[in-house]
């Protein structure tokens, strides 16, 4: 299939394609052994690998740009798919699959959840699905459940929300434009014990799934500065993630 013709494909089909190409870049990756703070500097300087030799340095592992940029180039053609999100959601708790509601989880963030809990239960317990919010906005995501904040949907739902720990650190200390090895420090020490906290909390549970409204991108300049944002214009930031954990401990 070219890739001018997934833009013309229904949502469920776009759905597939997302998350094959996520769990191929998952498991590459975890195959290689990268944790957070390595997966979250491929993600970024294989990005901006065209900008400077800074990033191209940085991004040096070829099959991960190749999945990353397959990635880029689907979710740049895709509409969206938050209606279908919204019914899976609602479909897994009444099946008793406890939610888990994070305001802004970002690949990376992703991908640590699956990594710690693929080495836990077995990389066969985690099922990540990408659905697309196509403008990469709360509002937009909550009113496919008819409620005015994320507040009121983990209300509704009965789900752990873990709001301010993540959306307001992006905005706050990721936001500003900063080296990308400070960044890089930062997410390390803010964002990933907050994510792990996460996947601790999931794993107890045994069967869970997590979702969230948006993620986010990366904004970069030739002098090696970078910082965080979701919006519109923002392509990776389109990706509402709903993870599905059925994890039973050896």
């Known amino acids: 299939m070219l890739i001018g013709e997934w833009s013309q494909q229904p949502g469920s089909k776009v759905l597939d394609l997302l998350s094959i190409v996520i769990e191929n870049l998952f498991e590459y990756a975890r195959s290689k052994g990268y944790g957070y703070r390595r997966f979250l500097e491929l993600l970024i300087s294989c990005r901006y690998h065209m900008l400077s030799n800074y990033f191209s340095l940085l991004c040096s592992d070829g099959k991960f740009a190749y999945l990353l940029q397959r990635l880029v180039d689907i979710l740049a053609r895709s509409s969206d798919t938050l209606n279908l999100m919204s019914r899976e959601v609602l479909e897994l708790s009444l099946r008793g699959y406890k939610p888990f509601l994070i305001d802004c989880l970002g690949l990376a963030e992703v991908y640590e959840i699956y990594r710690i809990v693929s080495s836990v239960c077995g990389n066969i317990s985690v099922v990540v ?101 979701h919006g519109p214009q923002s392509i990776l930031a389109k990706i509402a993630s709903l993870i599905v954990i059925d994890c039973v401990k050896p």
């Open 129 to 229: 699905k990408v659905y697309v919010n196509s403008r990469a906005l709360t509002e937009k995501f909550t009113s496919k459940y008819h409620v005015s904040s994320m507040s009121e949907l983990a209300r509704a739902l009965g789900a752990s929300l873990y709001q301010k720990s993540t959306d307001s650190y992006i905005h706050g200390e990721l936001g500003k434009l900063q080296r990308l090895d400070n960044m890089l420090s930062r997410a390390e020490a803010g964002l990933a014990p907050v994510i792990r906290s996460v996947a601790n909390d999931v794993i107890s549970f045994g069967k869970a799934f997590i979702f969230s409204d948006h993620g986010y991108d990366t904004f970069c300049t030739s002098q090696g500065e970078c910082y965080l944002e």
